[in-house]
């Protein structure tokens, strides 16, 4: 079985730091750095290491991909998407799909995630959570 630990494609964050961490514990693992933008070529890359699970880290980042390959997944949260990116409305939606599609979530963080989670459940169900902001201007 090959499991793939998604991070972002940056080489010198966080991500990449927990990304590696996990591969060292999840034998025969493989860590991909991923980028939404390019998804066609993450999800190739996918296909060619023959995944047949994901962790994914972050769940703006990660968590979009994951989606979007329909693999089974496990997501990783406590950075960005918590502090940052979680409350911004555009990305909500993005992040409340990887959320619901998860297998299991694992936050750093439990009191603001459950804030998340709570967003992500107003999101899903059509509702604005308060004190949400957009990017559009």
Known sequence: MVVVVLSKA??????????????AMV????????????LADT?????????????A????????VAVASGLPFALVLGGTDVNE???VLDE?????????RARCALPFDLSR???LFASCVLVLSGGAAPGLTTNQT
């Not at 880290?57 to 979009?64: F, K, M, N, R, Y």
């Not at 909500?92 to 619901?100: K, P, S």
């Open 27 to 38: 034998p025969g693992s493989i860590h991909v750095g991923c980028c939404p933008s390019l």
């Open 43 to 55: 999800l190739a890359l996918l296909r060619e290491h023959q995944a047949h699970a994901l962790i």
């Open 10 to 23: 940056e080489h010198l964050s966080g991500n990449v730091a927990t990304a590696r961490r996990i591969c």
């Open 85 to 87: 990116e979680g409350w």
């Open 92 to 100: 909500q939606h993005t992040m409340a799909a990887a959320v619901a």
């Open 113 to 115: 995630i459950k804030i």
């Open 57 to 64: 880290i972050h769940a703006l980042h990660g968590g979009s």
